[in-house]
């Protein structure tokens, strides 16, 4: 893996998405055959996890990935309050018992490491990958690199967030063929927040150099949706959590953007 990492950052991150994929589609079908929810998905996301976080530490990527303290205050972040909030999305209708206890301990396993793992795949990887795919690109096209790096630097960031955001979104629609049991709808409103704080997440990452906000929140959901009670939820009220969702999330992002340095050094 590290010599396909030297080679080209981007490679490396699709050939990372491409794994946490199969393995996600692979494990559905055990879990069934083991008989205890998730307890697949709990064993391969938390490999991959591991796998990820020596090969960041071995190489010392820390820094380059996020995984390390934001150079800036917390009140710049307004204490990351929309974050809070936004964790306790599952808990807006009611909450629940869905699992069996051992289910629920793999449910939440999983969870915890599929944040981890998604975050540093599609916000790290992905995101830093097409940064400088793009940067590479441009350079070679020009030749007086003092003139041309600092006025493309915004459009290659501009890519690399809608490209990291929308993939990040679309890559839920394998729920629909990878046997989780997710119908049409409910993959659907997935798909759209995803993206949007998807967005979000990228931001937080860009602007503040740490990653560890948005690992946190990102797992935070994921947990909390081990208890979501989804009785009585019908469409309306699914479109209104959709709409408050992307009004926080929106207004947030668009709040760092405009209060934050275009790019964190810590």
């Not at 929309?82 to 807006?92: H, K, Y």
């Not at 629909?176 to 997710?182: D, F, P, W």
């Not at 929140?217 to 699914?238: P, V, Y």
Request: hydrophobic share 45%; glycine share 8%.
């Amino acid at each position: 893996m590290k010599k396909i990492y030297e080679k080209r950052e981007l490679t490396f991150a699709i050939v990372w998405i491409v794994i946490y994929c199969i393995l996600q589609s692979f494990a559905n079908p055990l879990n069934e055959m083991i008989g205890v929810e998730y307890s697949a998905s709990a064993v391969f996301c938390a490999l991959q996890a591991l796998i990820i976080w020596n090969f960041i530490r071995k190489n010392n990527l820390s820094k380059r990935y996020g995984l390390c303290k934001s150079g800036i205050p917390a009140r710049r972040f307004l204490y990351y309050v929309p974050l809070f909030i936004l964790s306790t999305r599952n808990f807006w209708n009611n909450i629940t018992v869905n699992y069996s206890w051992a289910g629920t301990v793999c449910r939440i396993v999983c969870m915890l490491c599929v944040g981890f793992v998604e975050e540093v795949i599609f916000r790290g990887f992905l995101f830093k990958g097409i940064e400088e795919d793009r940067a590479e690109t441009m350079r070679f096209h020009d030749h007086d690199l003092s003139a041309g790096r600092n006025g493309q630097t915004g459009a290659d960031v501009k890519t690399a967030v809608i490209i990291s955001s929308v993939t990040f979104g679309l890559g839920h629609l394998l729920n629909l063929v990878n046997g989780s049991g997710a119908g049409l709808a409910e993959n659907l409103f997935q798909v759209t927040g995803a993206i949007a704080i998807g967005f979000l997440f990228v931001i937080l990452f860009y602007r503040g150099g740490s990653l560890l906000p948005c690992i946190i929140t990102h797992s935070a959901i994921n947990i909390t949706s081990t208890f979501a009670d989804e009785t009585g939820l019908t469409l309306g009220k699914r479109l209104l959590f959709q709409l408050v969702l992307f009004v926080i999330t929106v207004s947030y992002a668009l709040f760092l953007t405009k209060s934050l340095p275009e790019k964190s050094d810590g």
